[in-house]
Each structure stands twice: as structure tokens, then as C-alpha cells.
């Protein structure tokens, strides 16, 4: 079964710090994808990158970079110089490509960028 | 107009009575998803259905049920609904296509039993 795990629920810090959220998951199928996914406090969740397992290049867009490593089954994301906006809840989920591609989410972080 | 609709966007209702919460898309996809948000809990799959014939369970579908009346249309149904319903429910669509696309999400719907 998979699986998906954040284990910051909270994350706090003060604008223009860099900041990295962590993702572990796990997953039987050698072809899988992972994605992040923003939600701000307005409700609605925004698409911010899929990566396949195939695709050990990390990524980066902007102030946004994302790390992926097989070895450790992790897809960190980091955000450098911080802003206010944002602040918001951050998913990360994975999505095995033999099942129905419903993603399996983990619980969250939220990330809070003080002024 | 948003690739994906949901109605209403917030709706309380009472305890015990039958609720319908409307999603269409204009993606054109062919899968459709429903989940709910709870917090602490991230997001959990209800059903989903590949296409209008093809409904299945997810992993919390027990005390919903749906429709799909299009391949365009999906609707999640709370027969008797109860309070821990409470939540933020999302509707999604993914295209069957070769590799897995990202899915696209609804703006939310927030159902308060009480």
C-alpha cells in the first residue's frame, strides 16, 4: 500500500529565511509519481510540480526547488527567500501508475511566513 | 469559468438529512475523484470512477454514495448525514492517458452537520 508521510505539521519562520519541507513515501510500484500541492487559507488547492520516478533531476521554478531522492524515498520541497504569501498548508502525494491514479495525500504542512 | 465545479460551496445542513454535492468538469476527462479533507488528516479518497460505467470504492466510502450521471458530471450523496461528515470535500478529475498527469481540483465544498 502507499503511502505518505510529512512529519512537520507546523513550520514557522520570518520572511526572506529559507525554508524546506520534508516528504517520505512509500510505494511497491517502480513506476510512481509524486506531486506537490499548495493550499492557501483561501481553501483551494494549487498544482506546484509532479515528478516521475523515472526523474531523479531535481527541479527548481522561481524560489521553489524540489528534491528528489529514491535512495531515501524522500521528495523534499524548498522554498528560499520566503514570503508572506506564502503562508499556507503544503501537500505532498504520490500516485502508484497500475492503480486508478488517485493520489494518496500525506497530512500536511502548515507553513506560517511572518512579515 | 473554473475547469472544475463544485455545488454548493458551503452548505450546512442537519443531522439526518440526504445532501447532494454537485461536480462538473470541462477538462474533459474521463476520471473523476472525491475526497475529503479533514484536518490533521491531509486528503482521503471517497469513490472514484473511471468512466460513467465504472464507480469504486476509495478508502473512506462508507455512509456516501454517487452518481455519475455524465462523463462530465459527478455528484457525492450523504444519504443520512451525520456530524462527523463535517469536512472539506474535494472533487478532482485526471485524464487515462499515458503517464499520470496532475489531477485538477474543485474550489471545495464546506458541509457542516450539525
Known amino acids: 500500500a502507499q503511502k505518505v508521510t510529512q512529519a512537520q505539521t507546523e513550520i514557522s519562520v520570518v520572511e526572506k529565511e529559507d525554508v524546506t519541507l520534508d516528504c517520505v513515501y512509500e510505494?511497491?510500484?517502480?513506476?510512481?509519481?509524486l506531486f506537490w500541492y499548495k493550499q492557501p487559507p483561501s481553501g483551494e488547492l494549487v498544482f506546484l510540480i509532479r515528478r516521475n520516478s523515472f526523474d531523479e533531476q531535481n527541479e527548481i521554478s522561481g524560489r521553489y526547488s524540489w528534491n528528489f531522492q529514491k535512495s531515501t524515498s524522500s521528495f523534499n520541497f524548498t522554498i528560499t527567500a520566503s514570503q508572506v504569501v506564502d503562508s499556507a498548508v503544503y501537500f505532498c502525494?504520490?500516485?502508484?501508475?497500475?492503480?486508478?491514479?488517485?493520489?494518496?495525500f500525506g497530512s500536511g504542512t502548515q507553513l506560517t511566513v511572518l512579515p | 469559468d473554473a475547469d472544475v465545479t463544485q455545488t454548493p460551496r458551503n452548505r450546512i445542513t442537519k443531522t439526518g438529512k440526504r445532501i447532494m454535492l454537485e461536480c462538473s468538469q470541462t477538462?474533459?476527462?474521463?476520471?473523476m475523484y472525491w475526497y475529503r479533507q479533514d484536518p490533521g488528516l491531509g486528503l482521503r479518497l471517497i469513490y472514484y470512477s473511471f468512466d460513467v460505467k465504472d464507480i469504486n470504492k476509495g478508502e473512506i466510502s462508507d455512509g456516501y454514495s454517487v452518481s455519475r450521471q455524465a462523463q462530465a458530471k459527478f455528484s457525492l450523496s450523504l444519504e443520512s448525514a451525520i456530524p462527523n461528515q463535517t469536512a472539506l470535500y474535494f472533487c478532482?478529475?485526471?485524464?487515462?492517458?499515458?503517464?499520470?498527469?496532475?489531477?485538477?481540483f474543485g474550489q471545495g465544498t464546506r458541509l457542516t452537520v450539525v
Open positions: 502525494a504520490l500516485s502508484e501508475a497500475g492503480s486508478a491514479r488517485q493520489l494518496t
Open positions: 510505494t511497491r510500484d517502480t513506476t510512481y509519481y
Open positions: 478532482a478529475t485526471s485524464d487515462s492517458g499515458q503517464g499520470a498527469t496532475e489531477a485538477f
Open positions: 477538462k474533459g476527462h474521463d476520471r
